[in-house]
């Protein structure tokens, strides 16, 4: 028995191994392929248009050595996490009334929906119009853009919340602070941490149109001058800044979720 034990203790790590790196292999295959196809034009096109990917990577370790082109990605970072952190609170609050009042909800609503519509150009061009510092112009863009996601989303998870849980907590008669540690934490911040990862990627591409506004720093200004000089190089690395933001962004929303739901099965707690 202790001997049949032993055997099957390193096949089922082998077994987990070989798991872990085909589902890597799956994950990166696709990144490799797409690296290798512009490595491949770089050696058939001007270098305006596809320049080689080593120079890509030399202009990535100038921003992050230099310290002024580096500061703009620090700009641009705090920009976009100012931005929704101020979508989130309002549009958690917004959520919070239109749970509790059925008038609230009806007038919200079609607002919301017809926020989701407007393009973030259209925003740039009202935040222009309406007000005169870059850094409230950015952040009025940044969070109307987002704020009606947040707002759904963080309503979509109260409204999900099961009534028959919820009277049988309140039989115990908890403290307003234990009921929302023991009871509404649990069952909203699943859908509170999509609507982050969602918004992540929704805001890294409108800061871009928001720091064209007058802004005199920031990816969004850097890529511009890249455009005037026709470097395609330049305007890749600078774009890569944004991808790194938002992957580093993503792996810590991975391990808060790792972290708040380690007690639930491992195939419930991917998002």
Same mark, same amino acid.
Request: hydrophobic share 60%; proline share 4%; net charge positive.
């Given at each position: ?5 032993s055997?099957?203790g390193?096949?089922?790590?082998a077994?987990?191994l ?7 292999g799956s ?9 290798l ?5 770089s ?6 248009l ?5 120079? %890509?990577?030399?202009r ?9 082109m580096f ?29 509790r009042?059925?008038?609230v909800?009806?007038?919200?609503s079609?607002?919301?929906?017809l926020?989701q519509g ?6 740039? %061009?009202?935040?222009i ?5 870059v850094?409230f ?26 009534k ?26 699943p ?16 800061? %871009? ?20 000089l ?31 739901f380690?007690?639930?099965?491992v ?5």
């Open positions: 028995m202790s001997e049949t034990a055997h099957a390193p096949l089922s790590l077994a987990t070989s798991a872990a790196a085909r589902r890597f994950s990166v295959l696709p990144f490799v392929v797409v690296i196809i512009w490595q491949f034009a050696l058939f096109f001007p270098r305006f596809f320049p080689s990917l080593i120079d %890509v990577f030399w990535c370790l100038e921003i992050f050595s230099n310290g002024t500061a703009d990605v620090l700009a641009t970072v705090l920009r976009i996490l100012a931005g929704l952190a101020g979508a989130f609170i309002v549009g958690g609050l917004l959520a919070l009334l239109m749970v009042s059925r008038a909800d009806n007038f919200l079609p607002i919301l929906t926020f407007i393009p973030a150009l259209s925003w740039v %061009v009202f935040a119009i309406w007000f005169h510092g850094e112009r950015i952040f009025f863009i940044m969070v109307m853009t987002t704020l009606p996601a947040f707002t759904f989303q963080v309503l979509g998870a109260l409204r999900a919340m099961s028959d849980l919820m009277e049988m907590v309140f039989s115990f008669r908890p403290t307003r602070m234990k009921l929302f540690r023991v009871m509404i934490a649990p069952a909203i911040l859908d509170i941490l999509t609507a982050w990862k969602v918004n992540l990627g929704n805001a890294s591409r409108v800061v %871009v149109v928001a720091e064209l506004v007058g802004a005199t720093g920031g990816v969004g200004y850097q890529l511009l001058q890249q455009q005037q026709f470097d395609m190089a330049g305007a890749l690395a600078w774009t890569l800044q944004l991808v790194f933001f938002v992957l580093i962004a993503q792996a810590v929303l991975t391990l808060i979720e790792t972290i708040a380690r007690y639930r099965a195939s419930e707690r991917t998002l």
